[in-house]
């Protein structure tokens, strides 16, 4: 199967949140970074650099979700069943990148849905939009 | 009381008010007035400055305000809606000072539900201020006092977490040296006018934030789009690339193929070694990442490293062009990693790099004249080129020993010590040492540091290429581009978003105007915009006339080496300045503004302003200006959009 996911090129973010901001705005309608579905790391003063962690479509996630809340989507993306999902966080520790987040507003893990709405914003090319094929896997 | 309690777009809700002195943190819904009259910022920080600081309060004591305002744009999905303003009476000009910075402290303040924090006394012992959405409190700061702002940051962060944003002042703040900054993000500073004096003189070290709320808009479906729009059409600006490569000290070897480089303390405008120190030299030599404030997508920031035989290894961001240029060819610095290192040097002292490049560069030209020698120096020479005789000496600036404490407070006043002709060539207005650019042969850019509203200072009107293209050997019409500038950059300042955007990639003000009514929903467009920052730059004139009580004037001229002395050598040998086509700057910018003669504000313009309050205050010390024969003019200041390359 043809999958989508993120690619980041090490060394060329800049740190500048617009993949945060367009990610909250795009799923909740609000500019909040805390509501993004990934996040810069800022790695300074040494060695003074950003590094973005986004979704790598491992699939952890949805093998440790107690609830089944958690599937998978044609093009490769992990997509959270809002309303099947506890918020118990059981998926959280096992996510490599650490990108699976919670907010107090929100009752549901938040996971990239792989929208690449980053990718478009992006003016340095840390975020691009990588597709591959892949061996169906059941 | 619950945040957010306002029902205005674009803003958090509330404003904190803390009395350092007692302790005490007092939390009312912010006043949607007061934001609407004045868009915050800036502006806002005008107003409750002028309203609220006695007088004769001195800017290093109890009455003082130290106000913290990132705007109604701030925040938002809003290109580089990233700024933050800082605000209080300036203790290097005594009048109002206002400064900001980049990076995501501003943003962070009004996701955790804060429009403004206005500080008041002084505490009784180091604290910080940590925010961390409801929860605000002034925490005991004594493990950090004393740290180097630099030092300090990834400490607090550790301590504290990573996602909290935090700004820190460094020793010198402490020490009371009045041109202080106050550091955020590795190295973006609000450098000017001594916030970070204020800082310090309220035992405050630093402020740690974390926000989690969200900030609601009038019309975020619009807004998104409008933005959008504005940040892929721009994307292939052909200024992007270079912006994006060198940042700021993209300008270095431009100003000096130019001939405005200051160089040795401003005695001429080319620079021989110009290449040591360029743009270039910071790329290939110095620079680790480029790095970019909350929202853009410009990244002008250079994060750097500056490797010295003898030295440390140092990481800072950095040099930007102003540093590049008062701290390299004004200290006669021939190598990029010298300029990186005193950089960084004062960035972690916590001293502006653009006072503290002048102050270095004034006392060096005291040391090569004899009016400071070795014996004023514990022993240490102080010679151009030198980063030992620097490094020393800023030490001595930083904890104010012996000598030091005569520059501690600035040029002007180490000048009043010196004497001997000393005031001369410290090259200062107001108090506020000059940017890195000679207005000998640039003159809408010398009477932009002449008519600054904090003291001499290029951002709030940018006019050397407007110098370039007008014709550098005429005066004639400047006043009004200068008075347009100083009106529309000031608007940057007052939304708190980065000008950068619409001086390098042409973006329209009416463009940002279309942004704030979708986030605000306000009915408002570019003429008001305009009219307001003029009223705010009137009302600025006002405190400091009223702080300072003389004529304006007598506050408005550069020191003696703008007219007294020819530029000596390079492309612009022979050129300068007389005293009269100084005077003539200012008659015509006075008359532009609707001032009188005597660079005070008349009442029908501070009345056509709604300033009527601040003409009644100015009247009762004389200082109102004399009615204008010819009337207001109507539109104080032309349209002219500068090129920036």
Redesign the interface.
Known sequence: MEIKRLKVSP?KC?????CL??C??SH????????ARLKIE?R???????KPRVCVQCGKCMEVCPEGAISRRDDGAYIVLTEQCTNCGECIPVCKPDVIFQ??DIGHVLICDNCFKCV??C??GALTMQTRLVKETK | MANGSTSSRGLAGTTLRIDLTTGEIKRSPTDEKLMREWFGGRGAIAKILYDEVPRDADPLGPENLFIICPGVMS???IPAGSKVEFGSVSPLTNGHGDSNMGG?LGPALK?AGYDMVILSGISPRPVYLFIDDDRVELRDASQYWGMGS?EC??VMKQDLG?DFEIATIGPAGENGVRFSCITH??GRQAGRTGQGAVMGSKKLKAIAIR???????HD?EKL?EHV?AI??RT?THPN?APW?KYGTAFFIEWSNTNAVIPTRNFQTTYYENIEGISGEALVEKCL????????????C?K???AVLPGKQTV?LEGPEYETGALCGSNLGMTDINQVAYLNWLMDNAGMDTMSGGGVVAFAMECFQRGLITADDLEGHTLNWGSVEDAEHFIDMVVHRRGTGDYFAGGTKRAAEKIGRGSEKFAMQVKGQEMSGYDGRYAPGMLLSYMTCDIGAHHNRSWTITVDMAEGRDTIEGRAKVVIYLQHIRSLFDIWCICRLFWGELDVEPEEIVEALKYITGWDVDTAEALVTSEKIWNLVRCHYLERNRANGRTFDYPPARSWEEKIPTGPSAGKGLTKDQIEAMLDEYYAGRGWDKNGNPSRAVLHDLNLDFAADNIEKIGLLGKPLSNGIPAVRGERYKPKAF
């Open positions: 060394g800049s740190g500048c949140r617009l901001q367009i909250a705005i909740h309608h609000e500019t909040n970074p805390k509501k800022a300074f003063p040494q060695p003074g650099k950003y907010h107090r478009e914003l003016n340095t | 925040g938002c999905f995501h996701f630099l940051e990834p990573e993000d590795f926000g989690s709320r969200g900030i609601v808009v975020l998104t959008t940040m892929k994307q992007m994006q680790i990442s480029h790095k970019a404030c909350f929202g853009c997508w410009m990244n920031g994060y750097t490293k990481y």
